[in-house]
């Protein structure tokens, strides 16, 4: 019988633009990049040169601390350039695709016969090792840690997330060999939404599913972490995106490694939000070119509008990327007396506007900030959307002022920074709570290495 575990903190902002459960084609593309910033944590050591020739599966660079640890390309054609940026950091790795995809051939194998330590050699030989993220840190991680279990979450609830019941349709064979080769490393819990149905994730085998019934940010690992089994100092669990288990399952299933995933185009200022099968690094233009509303200036964000990052059409998708938002910057936004004007179609969480009388709606909003950083304020906002079992504002206060003991004493082991993008959304003193969090856990990373 599955676990239910009811969350009362958070809170759920209903944007307009959610992809519809269809998908439209995207345009070509003739260059994919790998980017290592998608990484968190690797410093990247590239292992190719201009000019090279690679298949799919071919690592483009490696961790330059875990060299076993690769990253492979994500189509088979010709290195055009090894991007670099200050200090020689490098920014991307780029190959000019061949017109059909050539993979390299690693084996079909069977999971269920295979024992945690030939799992880890499969994923490091096919260049899929790095899609696994480690807490403490919310980290690429090591091929040398010993996870004390390893956590899936297939909710997404940030807003305009990617539905990934929608991205599991025909797929359900490749994700349950994926959980199937994680649980021989170490026991997998999987993470669903209590409203979820699909067969594939409330009767998957060989992992430990736990429902989740709350307001965002329910689907983030990290949260589902701190309820089920939080870490302590010393320990460290592992943290899998969904769609890297249906990489680990591909490459089990078929011998080959396969990046194309199911991302969704979403946001107010896209026309008709939908679907569609991308490669990982694949051009964003490919997938915006006629797909945007005409007028106005746009931010197009890779991800969420409230963890993603800011990017351009020339930009690639990431490899943690579910879904791709468009929104409006609000820079040519001009109003009558600014915020204290009585409204109707502004949403708030303290209910300043009157919008609230209104029922659940949809909003339009834009990316402005509205407001000037100031002192913190000690009003409980980031517990009210925080569940997790932590002291956020004085965790915050903490990192800020480089208090170690404090930071660990009050749970930054067991966050990440995403954990903390609804605070940074309510947060009154507009702090950039997200980056602050970072700032933390590299500074603890440091400290303890």
């Known amino acids: 019988m599955t ?29 994919y990049a790998l980017m290592p910033s998608c990484f968190e944590g690797v410093k990247p050591k590239v292992v190719v040169r201009e000019g090279d020739t690679v298949l799919a599966g071919d690592a483009l660079f490696v961790n330059k601390d875990f060299p076993e640890v690769g990253f492979a390309s994500p189509v088979s054609g010709t290195v055009t350039l090894v991007e670099r940026g200050e200090r020689r950091k490098v920014l991307s790795v780029r190959v000019k695709a061949d017109s059909g995809v050539a993979g390299r051939d690693f084996g079909v194998k069977d999971p269920s016969s295979m024992d945690g330590a030939q799992v880890k050699a499969a994923l490091l030989e096919a260049g899929l090792f790095g899609y696994i993220n480690q807490l403490p840190y919310a980290v690429s991680t090591s091929p040398a840690v010993e996870p004390r279990a390893i956590f899936v979450s297939a909710l997404r609830d940030m807003p305009l997330a990617g539905d990934f019941e929608y991205e599991l349709k025909g797929q359900e064979r490749d994700f349950q060999t994926g959980l199937t080769a994680l649980s021989r490393i170490a026991h997998t819990y999987l993470g669903i939404g209590a409203e979820q149905t699909s067969a594939a994730l409330t009767d998957a085998k060989d992992v430990e599913v736990v429902a989740f019934k709350g307001k965002c940010p329910a689907g983030n690992v990290g949260v589902q972490v701190n309820n089920i089994a939080p870490v302590n100092k ?12 249906i990489f680990f399952g591909r490459l089990m299933n078929t011998g080959r490694v396969n990046l194309m995933r199911t991302v969704a185009l979403a946001g107010s200022e896209v026309e008709s939000p939908a679907y569609a099968d991308v490669m990982v690094g694949q051009r964003l233009g490919s997938l915006l070119e006629g797909r ?45 007396l600014g915020w204290i004007m009585p409204r109707l179609g502004q949403f708030s969480v303290s209910r300043s506007y009157f919008s609230w009388l209104l029922g659940k709606r949809e909003y339009t909003l834009d990316a402005r900030v509205k407001g000037g950083e100031r002192h913190i304020i000690m009003s409980g906002e980031y517990d009210s959307v925080l569940p997790m079992d932590i002291y956020g504002e004085y965790l915050i206060k903490a990192i800020i002022t480089g208090d170690i003991d404090k930071m660990e004493q009050l749970g930054i082991y067991e966050v990440s920074p995403e954990d903390f993008a609804l605070a940074e959304f309510v947060d009154s003193s507009k702090l950039e ?16 290495a």
């Open 3 to 31: 676990r239910v575990i009811k969350l009362h903190r958070g809170l759920d902002i209903r944007l307009a633009g959610r992809a519809e459960a269809v998908k439209f084609q995207a345009g070509a593309c003739d260059e």
């Open 234 to 245: 010393g320990e460290v669990v592992w943290t899998v995106d969904p769609t890297a288990v």
């Open 433 to 448: 709570l997200q980056r602050i969090v970072r700032q933390g856990l590299d500074m603890l990373r440091k400290e303890n």
């Open 292 to 336: 945007l509303k005409d007028g106005g200036t746009r931010r197009i964000i890779c991800g969420n509008p409230l963890t993603g990052t800011v990017t351009t059409a020339d930009d690639f998708v990431g490899a943690h990327t579910s879904e791709v938002t468009v929104i409006p910057e609000g820079d040519s936004a001009d109003e009558m």
